[in-house]
Nanobody
Framework: QVQLVETGGGLVQPGGSLRLSCAASGSIFSINAMGWYRQAPGKQRELVAHITSDGSSNYADFVKGRFTISRDNAKNTAYLQMNSLKPEDTAVYYC??????????????WGQGTQVTVSS
């Protein structure tokens, strides 16, 4: 079994910054891709950013130039640096990871989410 734990959410003023972390633990042989998604009240979950094991990344248009995804493979951890935050960035942010477990194939896991609120 694999667990993902997100940390770093909170309340920030417009124009401010936050850094989210997603730490994976458990029976992990390797992690392929990791991603950050968000879900605002009354809206569907949407992709924010995605990063592969070799560091290739892609972003939703609405965060390009403001957010940066990175990962530390040795720590099985992904990060999301969020700058120039806007009120419309307010949402619960979720991490997901495509994990190969020891003795098993690949499975997708989700974290429990962390709330980000951008408000003055």
């Amino acid at each position: 079994q694999v667990q993902l734990v997100e940390t770093g959410g909170g309340l920030v003023q417009p124009g401010g910054s936050l850094r989210l972390s997603c730490a994976a633990s458990g029976s992990i042989f390797s992690i392929n891709a990791m991603g950050w998604y968000r879900q605002a009240p009354g809206k569907q979950r949407e992709l924010v950013a995605h990063i592969t094991s070799d560091g290739s990344s892609n972003y939703a248009d609405f965060v390009k130039g403001r957010f940066t995804i990175s990962r530390d493979n040795a720590k099985n951890t992904a990060y999301l640096q969020m700058n120039s935050l806007k009120p419309e960035d307010t949402a619960v942010y979720y991490c997901d990871a495509f994990v190969k477990e020891y003795g098993l194939g690949y499975s997708n896991y989700w974290g429990q989410g962390t709330q980000v609120t951008v408000s003055s």
